[in-house]
């Protein structure tokens, strides 16, 4: 369905402007696009491999603690766990990936101020807690790749809605309304040169007439 304009030259030359401008955005927005998914699959196989080692480590991680509970009492391990409270600081700065503002998490850990009795404890709470401070940076970085790569399929499927509607609908369009303006044009010119021959005849008729 061609646009709603008036079939002259100012609107042909303008359509024509708009075009250009149209297949340049979609060829840019294509780019786009490719390089999305591109990062797309790349940032999901890395999701995917965070995910796992996630999921495998944290019965692990749980595992000691449950143990350092049995092997101890449950009150020596959550007053062991009270002393040595550590401040976790996650700072969430972003990134432009493609144009888009993707997370970024810094995380640090404060000093610890306390401690507790090694004779009371378990050795098991001691790999516990170092296991738990190394595992966390892990669990945060997945939460990472999976927003960003939430993220990315969002642009993604709103890139791709663009690049379809001026593939599929503008741009064919603003091309029906061209070729549409065009034979309008060629048709009013072909009838004023009809027209003008037209008089052009009269007037050399009337002439021939009026020398006989």
Known sequence: MRLAVNPTRMELL??????QVAVRGHKLLKDKLDGLMK???QLAMEYKEARVAVDN??????????????TS???????AL????????????TRRLMSVNVPRLEVSFGEV???????????????AITGLQAFLPKLLKMAELEETVRMLCDEIEKTRRRV?????????RMRETIKYIKDKLDEAERSNTSRLMKIKSQREAQELQAST
Do not use: C, W
């Open 57 to 70: 480590e944290l019965p692990g991680v749980m595992k000691l603690f449950v143990l350092a509970e049995v």
């Open 164 to 172: 379809n509607a001026l593939e599929h609908s503008f741009i064919p």
């Open 39 to 41: 990062e797309f699959m």
């Open 82 to 93: 009270e002393n040595t409270r550590q401040e976790l600081r996650i700072e969430r700065k």
């Open 113 to 127: 101020t306390g401690g507790y009795s090694m004779v009371q404890t378990s050795v098991e709470l001691d790999q």
């Open 73 to 79: 009492s449950r009150a020596i391990t959550e007053d």
């Open 14 to 19: 303008r359509l024509r402007k708009r075009l």
